[in-house]
């Protein structure tokens, strides 16, 4: 079976995404991965607006000319309000699919992709919810925001708006269901928590207990997952397991692009960080 290549949080650094499609190519992957936060950082709409029409599009006719199935996730920096034109760029591509809420086939396994992560101090709330009922709110950083295709709109009460919205919870339980768990991946940009995947700087977790609950009960044959791109380098850790479930989050270094090259067949993953210019 042909490997495949998992990345995450991407920033909309275009050396890494040239790195990510050159290795794709030397290591004949059948599939790349990408686990959210793939527009550029600092949130600003022409920015994202700009990659998405003028890098992502022509980056995924790349990949349908080479063969190779692409599946792209979304992530809490990449604007809710261009989900959209994500779907429309997506549509031009047979082989490259807007993960996020869906289910997708490739070859016999089934990918099932969720933006959404658990609440934080960051104040563009898009994809921000509660884990589960109950659920304490952190210190934030100001009101929170919600994207809209001109601007943003302020939520002057956040955990009261928050408490209108399913949780993690309720948002994993909704998701597409695989036809066979043992055979399928979930893309989950947020990490678990309690398995050094959600480390931040410090050493604190800041990973979602509803996940760990998720893949503790429905046990994917793999899950894979991004956010806290420094919680590698923190933790040690970069892969742990979740009963017979194999959970993944190789971060993203500033040092290099940070690569997950996997094998379904034999369970196999090898992370790799590349230097790009
Ligand atoms: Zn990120």
Redesign the pocket.
């Known amino acids: 079976m042909k490997p495949f290549l998992y990345v995450t949080?991407l920033?909309g650094h275009a050396a890494k995404y040239e790195r990510t499609f050159t290795l794709a190519k030397e290591s004949a992957a059948a599939l790349v991965i990408n686990g959210?936060?793939i527009s550029p950082?600092g949130r600003r709409h022409e920015d994202q607006e700009r990659f998405y029409r003028t890098f992502l599009g022509p980056h995924f006719a790349r990949y349908q000319e080479e063969g190779i199935r692409y599946l792209a996730l979304t992530?809490?920096?990449d604007l809710g309000a261009f989900d959209g034109l994500l779907d429309e760029i997506c549509a031009g591509y047979p082989l490259v699919t807007h993960l996020s809420r869906r289910m997708a086939q490739v070859g016999d396994h089934h990918f099932v992709g969720l933006d959404l992560v658990t609440d934080f101090p960051f104040r563009l709330k898009d994809r921000a919810r509660r884990d589960a009922a109950g659920f304490a709110f952190g210190p934030q950083f100001g009101a929170g925001v919600l994207s809209t295709r001109t601007g943003f709109r302020e939520i002057p009460d956040w955990p009261a708006y928050a408490g209108t919205l399913p949780t993690i919870e309720e948002e994993l339980g909704a998701l597409p269901k695989p036809p066979d768990p043992a055979r399928a991946v979930y893309v989950l940009h947020g990490p678990p928590s309690g398995l050094g995947l959600d480390t931040i700087r410090g050493g604190a977790g800041v990973g979602s207990a509803a996940t760990l609950a998720f893949l503790g009960r429905v046990q994917p044959l793999l899950s894979l997952h991004?956010?806290i791109?420094e919680s590698p380098e923190e933790s040690g850790t970069w892969r742990a397991k979740v009963g017979r479930t194999v959970s993944l989050q190789p971060g993203?270094s500033a040092a290099g692009l940070t690569v997950v090259i996997g094998r379904l067949d034999e369970m196999a993953f090898e992370r790799k960080i590349l230097p790009v210019e």
Do not use: E, T
Request: proline content about 0%; aromatic content about 0%.
């Open positions: 949080d920033h959210g936060d950082s992530g809490n920096d991004g956010h791109h993203q």
